[in-house]
């Protein structure tokens, strides 16, 4: 295909979307992204296929390759719908306020399609909207005491991105986890008391006894927050040299 870039091939965001047709069905890319994210709430991404998501359209499989031509182009439009909602909590006039905002949105995202949580943190988001996200918490990043040059900018981020990543994949799993073996944190807790009494009676872990037997089971949403702020606290402080 020649493109205004030469001969590289143009991303599913810059392709125009095909002439609509009336008949069997109108398709669009959002119709297909709406479609997709539905199946994908309710089963997973493993089940997700194109021809799983035509058959939902009531149109043939091949019609959608006019506007998707593989899967990674289909996760890539759903991932922005996700982005986009993101997006539209990133208007703070102080730099703390933008990126708790956008991390909160995040995990909210991550809860609502646990689906999204298995895409971050792998290949780059680029569509649109993940773009806009990506620049309005790197320019409030950007506005942190201890940033001084596109070094820290660099460090920030990533240690940003580092713990949003690792906290939301935490919280899913634990939620998949429970409801496939149809035991919650107590009932595990329970099944596990005789042997790991037996084991911290032992005396050899003493900060794990303290941990299990002294700390709260502490609130998913408060701990986020708890240690979301801590991050943002290291980034707000001068580092070491």
Known sequence: MNTPYGSEPLSVWERPEPQPRAAPVPLSRDTIAATAIRLADAGGLDGLSLRKIAKE????????????????????????????????????????????????????AALAHEWFADLLGGRPHLGPHALA?????????????????????QRAVGALNAFLVGAVRREVTERRTSRSTGTDLAAFQASLGPYLTRMLTTGRYPTVARLVVDGAHLNAEETFHHNLTAILDGITGQPRR
Do not use: C, F, Q
Request: cysteine-free; hydrophobic content about 50%.
């Open 133 to 153: 996200v990506g620049e309005a918490t790197a320019a409030a990043l950007s506005k942190a005491p201890a940033v001084r040059d596109i070094d820290d900018l």
């Open 57 to 108: 359209l009531g149109v043939g499989p091949m019609r959608l390759y006019d506007y998707v031509t593989n899967k990674s182009e289909l996760l890539d439009l759903m991932v922005d719908v996700v982005y986009a909602r993101i997006a539209e909590v990133a208007e703070h006039a102080e730099w703390r306020a933008t990126v708790l905002a956008i991390a909160h949105a995040t995990r909210d």
